[in-house]
C-alpha cells in the first residue's frame, strides 16, 4: 500500500465511509461520499485512519478508503483538460 502523509491529495471514491469525532474521542457523525473526490489529507492517526477537507469539513477516512495522487500526473491530466 502506499504511503500518504500529511499534506498529500488524494482520491477518495464515491459510497466511502466518512466519520468525525467529538472532544471526548466518539463518533458523533457520519457521512457516505455520493461522488469521487480529491482531498486534502491534513492528518494521519495510526487508530483512526487519515483526517481530510471533505466540503468543508474535516472528516476520518479509513486507509482502506483512499488513495495517493501522483501529483505530476494530476498536473498533466489538469493541462489536458484545459485543452480545446
Known amino acids: ?3 500518504i502523509n500529511t499534506g498529500d491529495l488524494a ?6 465511509t466518512l466519520v468525525h469525532y467529538d472532544r471526548t474521542g ?4 457520519a457521512t457516505v461520499t455520493t461522488q ?6 491534513t492528518n494521519v492517526d495510526e487508530q483512526r ?3 481530510i477537507i471533505y466540503e468543508g469539513g474535516y472528516w476520518f477516512i479509513n486507509k482502506k ?18 485543452i480545446d
Open 1 to 3: 500500500m502506499a504511503v
Open 11 to 16: 482520491y477518495v471514491p464515491s459510497k466511502a
Open 49 to 51: 485512519g487519515y483526517e
Open 26 to 29: 466518539c463518533v458523533n457523525r
Open 36 to 41: 469521487p473526490s480529491l482531498v486534502l489529507v
Open 65 to 82: 478508503s483512499i488513495y495517493p495522487v501522483d501529483a505530476d500526473e494530476y498536473k498533466e491530466y489538469k493541462n489536458a483538460s484545459d
